[in-house]
């Protein structure tokens, strides 16, 4: 299984940035997929997730209306289109897929939102 995150860097505030995540080595189709980050000093929180089939979606409340969580299941990967940035942004971004019982996990993108 692999999941390698991509497309992190560093942004003004009010920027915007696209995350992808390409998975291989699963049925990628067949597992939920999330998009989770983690700031320095801070619990990993879940930032968007989306269904296998790609018509359910859901949002933490502080990033709903900025961000878009989708997938493409013929190029196996998720996006996370972000807009608005703001410092508390600030996070290593990491993809997710999970069905059942199986977890994976990528390594996780940084972003860094500063003037």
């Known amino acids: 299984v692999q999941l390698v995150e991509s497309g992190g860097g560093l942004v003004q505030p009010g920027g915007s940035l696209r995350l992808s995540c390409a998975a291989s080595?699963?049925?990628?189709?067949?597992?939920?997929m999330s998009w989770y980050r983690q700031a320095p000093g801070k619990e990993r929180e879940l930032v968007a997730r989306?269904?296998?089939?790609?018509?359910?979606?859901n949002y933490a409340s502080s990033v709903k209306g900025r961000f878009t969580i989708s997938r493409d299941n013929v190029r196996n990967t998720v996006y996370l289109q972000m807009n608005s940035l703001n410092a508390e942004d600030t996070a290593v971004y990491l993809c997710?897929?999970?069905?059942?019982?199986?977890?994976?996990w990528g390594q996780g993108t940084q972003v860094t939102v500063s003037s």
């Open positions: 997710n897929a999970r069905w059942g019982t199986r977890d994976y």
């Open positions: 080595r699963f049925t990628f189709s067949s597992y939920a």
């Open positions: 989306i269904s296998s089939g790609g018509s359910s979606t």
